[in-house]
């Protein structure tokens, strides 16, 4: 082939050439540009209601539909709410009831102040006062029928003092005196004849007194003590009067119970039961006198006692 029919040959290719490349370029670009645009257009179509169509298309809707609504902004979404608490956890049967209240050591009270060692104890020194009333018999009797018998019977009074010390736990030694007086207008004188008469008896001696249990007030004991009476009486029935001045000896015993009134004070009473015996001897004209008088009786005595 000549060069001229070459060059027409290529003449008529280069147009050739230029269309293929702008078809595989036009190819290429709307391939990859518009080939998804037509799948979604062709989605939408079908998901489109009767009447529409897609741009382009055939079919035309009757009326143009307004365009879809433009969708607000989502509003923002409220803020978190704070979760409840957990419910508490389950109590098994019995968990209900209150624990069960521990119990309390009892109060101790304070210890009182210290006593001191002697209170309200029987110890120690010894003071006693009692007085009270006194029944008892005196009668005197003589070896002369010029001077007849006396007796002085009645209820009178009587005191007694004691004083002492504490050489033994519980027992008391100490002395007295005291003082026991009669007084009646019955007094017999001779053999039936009555007059009034007084009887006196004064004591002193030593005692002993006893308390079995020092804290508390019963206690008993005795005393023995010289005793000097003397018998009054006025003359009756013709019968000359007798006087009587002697001494002697008595004896006692008593038991009484006292009660704390403070530490080392007690009030009581004791019951005394004793007598006496005394002699005159008086020088006469005639000879020489003799007389005997003799008393017994008991007495109840209300106390003080400080010990």
């Known amino acids: 082939m000549n060069r001229s029919q070459r060059r027409g040959s290529e003449g008529c ?12 370029g036009l190819g290429f670009g709307f391939g990859f540009g518009f080939g998804p645009g037509l799948e979604t257009a062709h989605a939408q179509e079908e998901q ?25 902004d ?11 608490p957990p ?37 120690g020194f010894y003071l006693r006062f009692g007085a009270g009333p006194v029944y008892a018999r005196t009668s005197v009797r003589t070896d002369r029928v010029s001077q007849p018998d006396v007796a002085v019977r009645g209820i009178g009074g009587g005191f007694e003092f004691w004083i002492g010390g504490t050489p033994f736990r519980g027992i008391t030694i100490g002395g007295l005196i005291g003082f026991n007086q ?12 009555h007059a009034p008469g007084l009887a006196n008896t ?13 804290h508390q007030g019963f206690h008993f004991g005795g ?10 009486t006025e003359a009756a ?33 004791l019951l005394r039961l004793g007598g006496s015996l005394a002699r005159d001897r008086s020088q006469q004209q005639s000879g020489q006198l003799l007389k005997q008088g003799e008393t017994y009786g008991a007495a109840v005595l209300v106390s003080v006692v400080y010990q």
């Open 48 to 72: 489109m209601p009767e009447g529409w169509a897609l741009p382009g298309g055939d079919a035309a809707p009757e009326s143009i539909a307004p365009p879809p609504p433009v969708l607000a």
């Open 202 to 214: 004064a004591l002193a001696g030593v005692f002993i007194d006893s308390y079995p249990d020092p």
């Open 237 to 269: 029935g013709g019968v000359g009067e007798t006087d009587f001045s002697g001494g002697g000896l008595a004896l006692a015993v008593f038991v009484g119970l006292d009660a704390w009134i403070a530490r080392q004070w007690s009030f009581g009473a």
């Open 74 to 84: 989502p509003e923002p979404e409220p803020a978190a709410v704070p979760l409840p």
């Open 182 to 193: 009669i007084t009646t207008d019955e007094a017999t004188v001779g053999s039936g004849g």
């Open 87 to 123: 419910p508490p956890p389950r109590q098994s049967a019995g968990a209900g009831k209150p624990p069960p209240r521990r119990a309390m050591a009892p109060l101790t009270p304070a210890a009182p102040p210290a006593l001191p060692s002697n209170a309200y104890v029987h110890d």
């Open 223 to 232: 005393w023995v003590a010289g005793a000097a009476t003397e018998v009054k």
């Open 13 to 24: 290719f280069q147009p050739l050439m230029l269309g293929l490349r702008l078809g595989l």
